[in-house]
């Protein structure tokens, strides 16, 4: 009989230390670099964990960009209310509600629980999981 373990100690990836998503994954290019309206930056920090294939990444509806363990991908986006979500091909999809302000910087990081996605940030401008309001951090 043979038994085999995977898994993968780990240490947080920060938003320096992670590899950027390649450009070729990158599916919103115009988002990839500031502008006068677009002046809030999202930084988006996928922890290494479970090695698989990426998560597709989508803002608004839009895909952003397919993201892998140990990447990071920062946007640009104008002020307001957004909808951050990762889906995975076998699991449920990771959702966070965004309020932004003018100027805002955000990192918010995908966290693998065996499969099942989340998505965290210790931000103002987190507005917590899709319905659930109890944990709202409202400004």
Do not use: M
């Amino acid at each position: 009989a043979c038994l085999a373990l995977f898994g993968c100690a780990h240490h947080p990836v920060s938003r320096t230390s992670g590899s950027t998503v390649p450009r070729a994954r990158r599916f919103a290019q115009s988002l990839a670099k500031p502008s006068p309206k677009r002046n809030c930056a999202i930084t988006v920090v996928r922890e290494p964990g479970v090695l698989g294939a990426g998560l597709n990444l989508s803002l608004d509806g839009d895909e952003l960009a397919r993201i892998a363990a140990g990447e990071v991908l920062t946007i640009y986006v104008r002020p307001g209310h957004h909808l951050l979500s990762a889906r995975p091909l076998f699991s449920p999809v990771a959702a966070k509600r965004l309020l932004l302000e003018k100027h805002d910087k955000i990192t918010i990081r995908i966290i693998d629980r065996d499969g099942n996605f989340e998505l965290r940030t210790t931000d103002r401008a987190w507005l917590g999981s899709i319905g659930n309001a109890d944990r709202s951090l409202v400004h």
